[in-house]
Nanobody, 124 residues
Framework: QLQFVESGGGLVQPGGSLTLSCAAS????????IGWFRQVPGKERVGVSC????????YYTDSVKGRFTISRVIAENTVYLQMNSLTPEDTAVYYC?????????????????WGQGTQVTVSS
């Protein structure tokens, strides 16, 4: 069973930055479409960004465009999410997952394998 390990969350002031990491436990991420999702209490988990298996293409939901950057380092078997200019609205638990495809800013279809997530809190 695929298992993801997210890390890098924390408390940051508005306007600050964080870099999240998505590592794989026991399998290679190379060639897999990977997406980042976030969830706040009482709401559904939503996709915010994805990167294709080759790393050639990336997509972002409108609310994070220009502020977040997704990338992958094959040698580290890790996908990153660089988050800049954070606002309180970015506060959520962030998860990564393998996607069935990565071809749209606003459509994310994950396989049902989730890690524990990492909490991001943006507050002064």
């Amino acid at each position: 069973q695929l298992q993801f390990v997210e890390s890098g969350g924390g408390l940051v002031q508005p306007g600050g930055s964080l870099t999240l990491s998505c590592a794989a436990s026991g399998f290679a991420l190379d060639g897999l479409h990977i997406g980042w999702f976030r969830q706040v209490p009482g709401k559904e988990r939503v996709g915010v960004s994805c990167i294709t298996g080759t790393g050639a293409d990336t997509y972002y939901t409108d609310s994070v465009k220009g502020r977040f950057t997704i990338s992958r380092v094959i040698a580290e078997n890790t996908v990153y999410l660089q988050m800049n200019s954070l606002t309180p609205e970015d506060t959520a638990v962030y998860y990564c997952a393998q996607l069935r495809g990565c071809y749209s800013d606003n459509y994310y279809s994950p396989y049902p394998y989730w890690g524990q997530g990492t909490q991001v809190t943006v507050s002064s």
